[in-house]
């Protein structure tokens, strides 16, 4: 039972550039998240997600996008990085009946 | 929509003592108050959590206390041991049961 996995760990980006981010969870939860923590500051939510299918704007979606196409995968995608998208990206997956997030262990991304 | 505040930003204690992280919120609907502790390099990882019919909830070192009327909730570790030093957030989950509000972390330094 891995619970929630981050890919890629570590990212350097070019200003301009584009990635995707993925996350996939195999505790078969309803809800997903995408959050950014960047030094000093809590966690900010990007975008999130309540079921296969559908996204919803969190607290700082500028300059980000997200699909679920699959219950257990949640994709963030940046398509034209700036410095200002440096940052610690976390994912984390919860059950529909409310409760506790699962983190996944990050994905540290430096746009230069 | 929810707003939940936490103090103090940073706390330094002696081996041995105990810690105390407050937080407040603002949504009278939320209904469930999750700790988490986020080691250096990590992701948060969930430590306790509280629903809103409970006052109090204990688990060996550390303890939650809400405070429904008042609109905060507190935890306390007893017997710091330096393995506890870390970054701790508290959340709340609002009415809606989709998503947490996190507060902005407290940095918990134990002393030797």
């Known amino acids: 039972n891995a619970g929630v996995t981050q890919t890629p760990k570590f990212r350097v980006l070019k200003t301009g550039q584009s990635m995707t981010l993925l996350c996939a969870q195999d505790?078969?939860?309803?809800?997903m998240y995408w959050y950014r923590q960047d030094p000093g500051m809590g966690l900010r939510l990007i975008h999130y997600s309540v079921g296969e299918g559908t996204t919803a704007k969190g607290e700082v979606p500028d300059g980000y996008n997200v699909s679920r196409l699959k219950k257990q995968n949640f994709l963030l995608g940046l398509e034209s990085a700036a410095p200002s998208q440096t940052s610690v990206y976390f994912c984390a997956s919860s059950h529909k009946t409310g409760g506790g997030y699962t983190f996944g262990s990050g994905t540290r991304l430096t746009v230069v | 929509g929810e707003n939940v505040e936490q103090h103090p930003s940073t706390l330094s204690v002696q081996e041995g003592d105990s810690a105390v992280i407050k937080c407040t919120y603002s949504?009278?609907?939320?209904?469930?108050f999750p700790w988490y502790k986020q080691e250096l390099g990590k992701g948060p990882q969930l430590i306790i959590d509280i629903r809103s019919n409970v006052g109090e909830k204990k688990d060996q070192r550390i303890a939650v206390t809400l405070n429904k009327t008042a609109k905060h909730f507190s935890l306390h570790i007893t017997e710091t041991q330096p393995e506890d030093s870390a970054v701790y957030f508290c959340?709340?989950?609002?009415?809606?049961?989709?998503?947490?509000?996190f507060g902005g972390g407290t940095r918990v330094l134990v002393k030797p």
């Open positions: 505790m078969n939860h309803e809800y």
């Open positions: 959340a709340a989950l609002g009415a809606a049961g989709n998503k947490l509000t």
């Open positions: 949504d009278s609907a939320s209904n469930y």
